[in-house]
């Protein structure tokens, strides 16, 4: 009898503090959408999104990534929506897109609340393809974040407007963080540039700043980091194009897609087999294939490698998503049955869809204290006054360590004026590119 009320009341404590923290997970959110219909188990999901604010949702007790996927779109008004992507950390620090078609109590396993990110997963290699104006606008917001590691250069024209000097100086551009390490003479640099980009509304700005990134060698490169046979440390950068091969920050490699004719992994081994593109051999008319090996220090970092891949391939490759087998040959099975289930940027650039809303609000970008004209070359602190607002008026600067090692202060400041291609499936024999750039102490002979 005793043990019945341990458990019974057991659970009811359980269930009472699992309801009290997802109160107090949908209170801390910016915007909270409630479970449809009168479900009484739920659970309680916080996304943070690219501008920077929170959405908490509480979806069915064994409601499936789905859900939550068209939850969060509904609420952004977003039709473009399979370059998008929810990710989550795992226990053992390994991120991994949800994937819609299972629950998501099954993948995220750190919750609840349980904690996930919108992000772009697949990077247009043609912005111009974009059709619709907020699809470009979360586009810079992603690369906004991926600057931060030192990847790109934005702008602030698309949010500040044209630069006025008589209301803009250059200690307005040290209120933003560009990268991890600005100095002075990058500021100067920006903004004399800032000053030659006028009479663009905020979603030129926005297109012109995508086909410049698009140039950039890191634009949309999915990074992972491998180990291959002869111990060194490589990295794999997943591409429209196919797969990049870094040796730090050098780019030593180049699997093109149409070369890779074979994908796989085994627990922490992940296997590319590439075909030889070589004159001679083609002139003989034999195709000579190569096995590539890469470990990663954990099983199920190699298993989101290899169905990042998948999905790469898929989404830029094929003019339609591989349909899954339904018939099951008997109980024995090899490999994963994963499938890349969305839109491929085929199909996505061809649908046309209106969103509900014509319009849509651009939110400002974190502010951070200025670099003031008699005290530039010394570091100063992120400063805001009682209401959060930041004040250069009547700021006192105080030194400290590093420059840029201050929290940021937000600041509530508007923003100003706010033919079909030819895509081949995962081929069996060469074709396409006949340009291959990989390392020859990388090579090993397939051995069969």
Same mark, same amino acid.
């Given at each position: 009898?005793?043990?019945?009320?341990?458990?019974?009341?057991?659970?009811?404590? !359980?269930?009472?503090?699992?309801?009290?923290?997802?109160?107090?997970?949908?209170?801390r959110?910016?915007?909270?959408?409630?479970?449809?219909?009168?479900?009484?188990? %739920? !659970?309680?999901?916080? =996304?943070?999104?690219?501008?920077g604010?929170?959405?908490?949702?509480?979806?069915?007790?064994?409601?499936?990534?789905?859900?939550?996927?068209?939850? %969060?779109?509904?609420?952004?008004? !977003?039709?473009?929506?399979?370059?998008?992507g !929810?990710?989550?950390?795992?226990?053992?620090?390994?991120?991994?897109?949800?994937?819609?078609?299972? &629950?998501?109590?099954?993948?995220?396993?750190?919750?609840?609340?349980?904690?996930?990110?919108?992000?772009?997963?697949?990077?247009?290699?043609?912005?111009?393809n974009?059709?619709?104006?907020? +699809?470009?606008?979360l586009?810079?917001?992603?690369?906004?974040?991926?600057?931060?590691?030192?990847?790109?250069?934005?702008?602030?024209?698309?949010?500040?407007?044209?630069?006025?000097?008589?209301?803009?100086?250059?200690?307005?551009?040290?209120?933003?963080?560009?990268?991890?390490?600005?100095?002075?003479?990058?500021?100067l640099?920006?903004?004399?540039?800032?000053?030659?980009?006028?009479?663009?509304?905020?979603?030129?700005?926005?297109?012109?700043?995508?086909?410049?990134?698009?140039?950039?060698?890191?634009?949309?490169?999915?990074?992972h980091?491998?180990?291959?046979?002869?111990?060194?440390?490589?990295?794999?950068g997943?591409?429209? +194009?196919? =797969?990049?091969?870094?040796?730090?920050?050098? /780019?030593?490699?180049?699997?093109?897609?149409?070369? %890779?004719?074979?994908?796989?992994?085994?627990?922490?081994?992940?296997?590319?087999?590439?075909?030889?593109?070589?004159?001679?051999?083609?002139?003989?008319?034999?195709?000579?294939?190569?096995?590539?090996?890469?470990?990663?220090?954990?099983?199920?970092?190699? /298993?989101?490698l290899?169905?990042?891949?998948?999905?790469?391939?898929?989404f830029?490759?094929?003019?339609?998503?591989?349909?899954?087998? *339904?018939?099951?040959?008997?109980?024995?099975?090899?490999?994963?049955?994963?499938?890349?289930?969305?839109?491929?940027?085929?199909?996505?650039?061809k649908? *046309?869809?209106?969103?509900?809303?014509?319009?849509?609000?651009?939110?400002?970008?974190?502010?951070? *204290?200025?670099?003031?004209?008699? &005290?530039?070359?010394?570091?100063? +602190?992120?400063?805001?006054?009682?209401?959060?607002?930041?004040? *250069?008026?009547?700021?006192?600067?105080?030194?400290?360590? &590093?420059?840029?090692?201050?929290?940021p202060?937000?600041?509530?400041?508007?923003?100003s004026?706010?033919?079909?291609?030819?895509?081949?499936?995962?081929?069996?024999?060469?074709?396409?590119?006949?340009?291959?750039?990989?390392p020859?102490?990388?090579?090993?002979?397939?051995?069969?």
């Amino acid at each position: 009898m005793l043990s019945f009320l341990r458990r019974t009341l057991g659970r009811r404590s !359980i269930r009472k503090h699992a309801e009290k923290a997802r109160l107090r997970e949908a209170q801390r959110a910016t915007t909270h959408i409630p479970a449809a219909g009168d479900a009484t188990s %739920i !659970i309680t999901c916080r =996304v943070s999104l690219l501008d920077g604010t929170d959405v908490s949702v509480d979806l069915p007790k064994k409601a499936k990534g789905e859900e939550l996927f068209e939850q %969060i779109m509904y609420h952004l008004d !977003i039709v473009e929506k399979d370059y998008f992507g !929810i990710r989550f950390m795992d226990s053992a620090q390994v991120p991994h897109w949800l994937d819609v078609t299972k &629950s998501i109590k099954k993948q995220v396993k750190i919750g609840p609340p349980y904690c996930l990110h919108l992000r772009v997963k697949f990077y247009s290699s043609e912005p111009n393809n974009l059709h619709e104006e907020l +699809t470009r606008y979360l586009f810079v917001l992603q690369l906004k974040q991926d600057l931060l590691s030192s990847k790109y250069v934005t702008s602030v024209s698309s949010e500040l407007g044209d630069c006025d000097p008589l209301e803009h100086n250059l200690d307005l551009v040290s209120e933003f963080r560009f990268m991890p390490e600005q100095t002075e003479e990058m500021e100067l640099a920006i903004y004399n540039t800032w000053k030659e980009c006028r009479g663009q509304t905020p979603a030129q700005a926005e297109i012109n700043y995508l086909n410049k990134a698009k140039w950039l060698e890191m634009y949309g490169v999915d990074m992972h980091m491998v180990k291959a046979r002869d111990g060194n440390e490589y990295s794999l950068g997943l591409t429209p +194009t196919g =797969v990049l091969v870094f040796e730090g920050q050098t /780019k030593i490699g180049l699997f093109f897609w149409p070369k %890779i004719t074979r994908l796989d992994f085994k627990k922490s081994k992940l296997t590319l087999v590439v075909v030889e593109d070589d004159d001679q051999v083609i002139t003989c008319g034999k195709e000579q294939e190569h096995t590539f090996v890469f470990r990663m220090d954990h099983p199920k970092a190699c /298993k989101h490698l290899w169905k990042c891949a998948v999905e790469h391939h898929a989404f830029f490759r094929l003019r339609g998503p591989v349909e899954k087998n *339904s018939a099951r040959s008997g109980f024995i099975r090899m490999g994963s049955r994963f499938r890349y289930s969305g839109k491929t940027e085929y199909q996505t650039t061809k649908a *046309s869809k209106a969103r509900r809303s014509a319009s849509f609000e651009r939110r400002p970008s974190r502010r951070y *204290s200025r670099r003031t004209m008699h &005290s530039r070359g010394e570091p100063e +602190t992120a400063l805001s006054s009682g209401n959060g607002v930041n004040s *250069s008026k009547d700021r006192k600067v105080t030194p400290s360590r &590093s420059a840029w090692a201050a929290m940021p202060v937000v600041s509530p400041v508007a923003a100003s004026a706010c033919g079909p291609i030819e895509i081949e499936a995962l081929p069996r024999s060469p074709g396409g590119e006949k340009r291959r750039l990989v390392p020859a102490h990388l090579k090993t002979p397939l051995d069969l």
